[in-house]
């Protein structure tokens, strides 16, 4: 709309971008010139370019801070927070880094991340998953359920749709259920500020509570530490 009152007005000017088309015949840039033009019923001088190769929107505009989210997005993604956020997640895990994940440590490009789910397709699926329950939503950073649940799911899906559903709803779960006692842990951690959770110690917890319903074992507690002289080391799904 901006751009088209400008347009309109006589105002806009031309200042050297040009409006691309991949070697498909998509829009890459200027869709927004565009779209002013079509408001405003008003012709603009450009550059036009053709014949760019479909992967080059994921360097477009990077000067202006556009998120893998973005990218995802523009690639067809749904979801594309989380499944970003995820995508991350998951490649620092398998890195055995995920620790660093949660100190600033290095991410995924654009053009990775793009990389990284296409060789995962299944993340979509567990994006999807998680991002469909509300209260495990809120409860768990829908990263580390996503990432959880994909690599459960790799190895058994329907249990960890079954796990995940039980977290979720909380239905018949006896006291020594390690869903239930991550479920206490979760409500805690979300209901008092004395006792949240850092995030990696949400994912060491989930994957501990995995690991022992998997195993169909009945524990009392559980508790994971990367402090103090003899840290935890981080749990493997």
Not at 186 to 197: D, E, G, V, Y
Not at 217 to 228: E, Y
Request: proline share 5%; glycine share 8%.
């Amino acid at each position: 709309i901006r751009l088209g009152l400008l347009m309109e007005a006589g105002e806009w000017q031309y200042n050297g971008e040009s409006v691309k088309f991949s070697l498909d015949g998509d829009l890459l840039d200027g869709q927004h010139r565009l779209q002013g033009c079509v408001t405003a019923n008003v012709p603009f001088d450009t550059l036009v370019v053709y014949g760019l190769p479909p992967e080059t929107f994921q360097t477009i505009d990077q000067g202006r801070c556009r998120s893998n989210a973005d990218v995802l997005h523009i690639a067809g993604e749904l979801n594309t927070t989380t499944l970003s956020a995820a995508a991350n997640t998951l490649h620092a895990y398998r890195m055995g880094n995920l620790q660093q994940r949660y100190s600033g440590g290095k991410v995924l490009s654009a053009t990775q991340a793009l990389e990284f789910i296409q060789a995962n397709p299944g993340l979509r699926e567990s994006t999807s998953f998680v991002n469909g329950r509300m209260w495990l939503r809120r409860m768990l950073p829908p990263s580390i359920g996503t990432f959880i649940h994909f690599e459960a799911a790799r190895l058994h899906k329907d249990k960890a749709d079954e796990f995940f559903t039980a977290l979720h709803t909380g239905t018949d779960l006896p006291s020594n259920s390690p869903v239930y006692l991550l479920r206490e842990r979760l409500i805690a951690s979300h209901s008092s500020p004395r006792r949240k959770l850092r995030h990696v110690e949400l994912a060491a917890l989930t994957i501990k509570a995995w690991n022992a319903f998997i195993a169909g074992r009945a524990i009392r507690s559980f508790r994971w530490s990367d402090a103090g002289q003899n840290p935890e080391p981080f749990p493997v799904i």
